[in-house]
């Protein structure tokens, strides 16, 4: 009922036709009787609407407050693949750029995206296509650069890259041209946009172990300007962390930090997560969020103080961010899990502020939780204890600013 309608009743016309014939003083007496409660009721209502209105305000300011401090926050990501950073409108770009017969609109990009498959595999499907656009050495300094200024707009600090040279040599791009453009252009655009960015080499999973010698070779000259290997695309079943037992050997000899996917919901992940850690010896592990269905390793994971990297992200048709119900479990059992957006052009959930916004309104995660998941990032870099410390410090001197209990942050 609106305060108008609440007037219109309060009219002498709607009161009893009595109150017409009585005394003057009669009349006023029994006009104010009967026109009490609807006064009261007027009252009652306009408090109602204010305090709802009042919410309403606070609950904006809330919702808002949260959105400014999630965009606020000096941020670090750890997964985060630079052939998954291709929005539609490069994609194009770079095709017509080519002369390549491939996506020839946003729209058809837009379309592949839209109908992809469920799952690691439908997903890749996309994701190989999207790729095979870059060619040549400008394409990979286009990507890399535009993709760093994208992350200085998201306040990224600091960021692990990965990216695939055997998807680019098996398509006859040298090495060399594909690795001097990545590293130009982030040399480029941390002048510019001062984001520290160092880069991970990923093994595709699905290829031979002597491809992936081959990939260690290849990066033998540049090898002071990589500083881990990885393991990424697909399947994961039938091409489990062991297949590349060999060549995670080699790497730690030469001095690589060692990390692997193990995406979620996968047929034997959690067995592959124990490979990881007990044969490969990974320094960190990427997904693994499967770990919450086995209380002994995630009891391992925490003893060791190992990290993995989520990425709760979420497709145009998924309600909500993924695997937030995992974190959590791990969160509260003392796991360093931190938030990464992955393939931050093919899932809705974008780049790291929006898909943090996203996360927080459906975990209904406190600013000190979101600050202990982002700290979990720092905390997880490969660097020296000191030039970690100082990137923490940014961290708690935020936290701080924005009356956060550094305590509950590292509870
Ligand atoms: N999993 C496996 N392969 C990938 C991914 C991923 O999350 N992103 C890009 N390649
Ligand atoms: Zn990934």
């Known amino acids: 009922m609106s305060l108008a309608s609440v007037g219109t009743n309060c009219s002498a016309s709607a009161l009893p036709s009595d109150v017409l014939t009585t005394g003057i003083y009669g009349m006023k007496s029994r006009l104010r009787k009967a026109a009490t409660p609807y006064i009261?009721?007027?009252?009652?209502?306009?408090?109602?609407?204010?305090?709802?209105?009042?919410?309403?305000?606070?609950?904006?300011?809330?919702?808002?407050?949260?959105?400014?401090?999630?965009?606020?926050?000096?941020?670090?990501?750890?997964?985060?693949?630079?052939?998954?950073?291709?929005?539609?409108?490069?994609?194009?770009?770079?095709?017509?750029?080519?002369?390549?017969?491939?996506?020839t609109t946003a729209a058809e990009v837009e379309q592949s995206l839209a109908d992809r498959p469920p799952g690691l595999m439908g997903f890749l499907e996309h994701h190989f296509k999207s790729q095979n656009v870059m060619q040549t050495r400008q394409d990979f300094y286009d990507a890399t650069y535009n993709l760093i200024e994208k992350l200085h707009e998201n306040n990224v600090i600091y960021a692990d890259l990965f990216f695939d040279p055997q998807a680019h040599t098996s398509r006859g791009i040298p090495f060399d041209e594909m690795f001097k453009g990545i590293d130009d252009g982030r040399r480029d655009a941390r002048a510019k946009f001062g984001v520290t960015v160092n880069l991970i080499m990923c093994i595709n999973r699905e290829r031979s172990v002597a491809s992936a010698f081959e990939m260690l070779d290849q990066a033998h000259a540049v090898r002071d300007k990589i500083i881990g290997l990885g393991m990424d695309s697909g399947p994961e079943y039938g091409n489990p962390p062991v297949k590349f037992r060999d060549v995670y050997a080699r790497a730690r000899e030469e001095g690589y930090f060692l990390t692997g996917h193990h995406d979620v919901d996968v047929r034997d992940s959690v067995k592959h997560i124990w490979q990881s850690l007990d044969i490969i010896g990974m320094d960190r592990i990427d997904h693994g969020l499967n770990a919450s269905d086995d209380p002994k390793l995630v009891a391992e994971l925490a003893r060791r103080g190992m990290c993995l990297t989520g990425s709760p992200v979420k497709r145009a048709s998924d309600p909500e961010p993924q695997d937030i119900d995992r974190i959590r479990a791990l969160d509260d059992a003392g796991v360093c899990v931190s938030l990464n957006s992955d393939d931050p052009a093919e899932f809705e959930t974008g780049y790291l502020t929006n898909m943090l916004v996203l996360f927080q309104q459906a975990s209904e995660y406190t600013k000190s939780d979101m600050t202990r998941l982002m700290f979990n990032a720092f905390d997880a870099l490969w660097l020296l204890q000191d030039e970690k410390d100082e990137y923490v410090d940014v961290l708690k001197e935020y936290a701080v600013n924005n009356d956060i209990d550094w305590n509950e942050v590292t509870r």
């Not at 949260?66 to 539609?88: I, Y």
């Open 40 to 103: 009261a009721v007027s009252f009652a209502l306009f408090f109602f609407l204010a305090e709802c209105l009042a919410q309403n305000v606070r609950a904006h300011d809330s919702v808002e407050g949260m959105r400014t401090f999630l965009a606020g926050m000096p941020k670090a990501e750890l997964h985060l693949h630079l052939e998954g950073t291709l929005s539609a409108e490069t994609i194009v770009e770079i095709t017509n750029r080519n002369g390549i017969d491939y996506f």
